[in-house]
Every structure is written in C-alpha cells, then in structure tokens.
C-alpha cells in the first residue's frame, strides 16, 4: 500500500451502477459523487470493456460529452483497447487512471475486458484507487468484473453455451471483504415475452449458476438505473436511482430499495442469514436495524411534494407583502431541501417537480423586478442583487439551467449582467 497520495480529504468509494450509466437518471448520481470532493477533479474513463466495438470512439464521444454537460465535470480517456496496444498507449492510460480522481469503466463485454486486464496492471491500479482514495465507478459490463467470479453474458446469453463462471477481478473483496458475484442489469426486461432478468440470464440460468458458486459467495444484484454507493470510509452502503440492490443466497433474497442506507457489512450478514436458512423478512430487518446506529446521511422526513408546497406558499405570501428577503430565503430553503435529497440519493417525480417549481419561482421573481416602477434602479436592487445571489449558489453548485434561467430573466427586465473578476455587476439599460 502506498498511502493517501490522493490527499488525506479524498474519499474512498466504490459504486456500481447496473445500467444507465450516462443516463439522466445517472446523472445525479454522478454529480453527487463529484461533490464528495468540494471541487473539479481529474476524471477518467477506461475503454476497455467496449474496445473491440467498432464505435467505441463513438461511445467514447458521448460518454465525455455526457460528463461535461449533465454532470458538469469533463474525463478524458484511459484508451486500453486491447492488450495489442503499444507500450506507450498502455503507460498513458496507466497514468490517466492513477492521476484521476474519479475513474469510470462501463458497458461491453464483461468476458472481454477481464482478458484485456487480467495478469496486467490495471486491476492493481483500479484497487489501488479504493485504497489510496478516490472514487471509481463500475456500470454494467465492467460492474460484472468486480466480483470473485463473473458472468460471460454474450456468450451464454447470445452464443448459446452453458451458463459457467469465469474469474473475477475480486475488487469488491478486497474492498469490502464481501465474497461476492455482482449481476447488474438485475431487473431487466427487455426480453418481453421471455426471462431477461438477472443480466439477460432469466431465472432458470441463474440457478445453474448459483448452483456453480465457490462457497461462501453470494449473488449481489443491482437493478438497471440504480448504484450501489460503498463509502469505504464510513463504512455504508447506499442505494440511489430507480430500482433496488438484491442479496441473493440458493434462490432465496433480500431486497434494498433506493434511499437504504445501511453498514457495507450487513450485506455479508445478510448473506449469512439467508444462507442459515432466515427468511428474507428478518435478514431485511436485521440489515436495516444495523443501520440506526451507523453514521449516514440523514434522508428528510417531511415528503418532497408536501415541501415544495409549503415553501411555494410561503414565497408567494411574502411576494405578495413585498418582503424580497423572506421570499428568497423560501427560495433558497427549497434549493436547499432539493440538494439534500440528492445528497441522500433520492430520484423521483416529486423532486423533479420540486427543480420545476424551483425555476418558476425564480421566473415570478425576475418578473416582479421587470415590473418595478419610480426610481428602477433603487426599487431593482433588492431583487436583482438576491437574484445574483442564487445564480452565484447555482452556478457553484453546477445548475448552470438556474443560472441562465435568473440571467435570462434578468436580461428581460433590462438588466445586464456583467460577470468582472471581482464577481458580477449589472447595469440597467434604457428604454
């Protein structure tokens, strides 16, 4: 082990996503992990699972694009196609991954990449990552290498052989201690008439392969647009997304739905329990009862919906009073409620509504102040210096939509905003 080279502040996290990677369902959880470090880091993305593809520069492309855009914080990428590379390719990828703070690989061929990385460096470079600090995350294909043993996806599911096991990469183990196979894609359904379930394996496929595990090992199965977020650190386990996170121990389960948040160890215990023959209820209770007296992020209890009512109405009734300040502190109490929620994973209707009032807010806002009569400049200046304000937080927190929204707005009212390097000035134009 080397040490802390990445900075003793720098998180140690291992997510795995089972599908929707670059997905805006995705999106958010990136852009949480991100804020785990406070600031823009170097970011990597490695090639390798979809190398052998002919449009892996295409897939590439809009993987960056996805990054710079959606998320907010560009990658460059770890080009390691195959191990015919040339040395230089090779040592160039090497030190994009070590260098990088946070390390993504995704969707290909699980059996494909794991020859490209076996007896090679980069499992060692990738592990190193968890140790030293850092954060990497692994969707879909490349979430299948993480585990003691790995599914050949294509070749059962499209080639025709028999479902059989190849070596993993172990980095969940030696991580977290968890013996376990990770299956992605856990809750697919593309199949439509016939069992795509469990990474396109059905349910028939997966008992032979259970069946076929080393002992001790379990099924760890994460659905399509959900992660599995391990906080080596602190030692949790949280789920974020759509779906749910799945313990599978000889066909019987115990499901995690997004927003658990338990210890990474109750999952081995949970494992255990299934495994001595506890029925899913009490292994479920027992994992979550572990989680009252861990250290997690505390979810909100008031629902989002009965929230962003609440904080709508107290906006509008101190608008209506013409009290400016309190109106922005209800807009900044609703920014703040939609960020905690996204801190703790949550991904849902009622927070997208909650972004969408949020905006609207903003618009009667810029309104009011495009309206304002007598002296404009006196009567703006409350309101166009609070709304500066909240573009200022917006743009901290990378909502660039907010942020052109209230300039937009601004702009309507005929005020310009000049961004100077000792922060932004505006002027109030004529006519």
Known sequence: MSGRQAGDDDPRILAIMGSGETAPTMAKVHRALFDRFGRQVPAAIIDTPYGFQENADDLSSRTMEFFATSVGNPVEVASFRSTDVDAVSAATALARIREARYVMAGPGSPSYALRQ????????????????????????????????????VYEVYKAGEPPTWLDGLDLLGGATGLRAAVVPHYDNAEGGTHDTRFCYMGERRLRVLEDLLPVGVFVLGVDSHTALVLDLEAGLASVAGLGGVTVRVAGRSARFEAGASIPISALGEAARGLAAGQSSEAVHKAALAGSASAEQPVRPAQPMRQETQEIEGTFSAALDEGEVRAAVAALLALDEAINARVRA????????????????????????????????????????????????????????????????????????????PSGPEWVLEMG
């Open 117 to 152: 990385w076996r007896d090679g460096p980069f499992p060692e470079a990738l592990a190193e990552k968890l140790r030293s600090g850092g954060i990497l995350t692994m969707a879909s294909a490349a979430a299948l290498t993480l585990g003691v043993v790995s599914i050949p």
């Open 345 to 420: 994973g949550e991904d849902s209707p009622d927070l997208d509504n909650a972004a969408a009032t949020f905006q609207a807010l903003v618009v009667q806002l810029g309104e009011r102040a495009a309206n304002g009569s007598g002296d404009r400049r006196a009567a703006l200046a409350p309101l166009v210096d609070t709304l500066l304000q909240l573009r200022d937080a917006a743009r901290a927190s990378k909502d660039w939509r907010t942020a052109d929204l209230i300039r937009d707005r601004l702009a309507e009212a005929r005020v310009r905003v000049r961004d100077g």
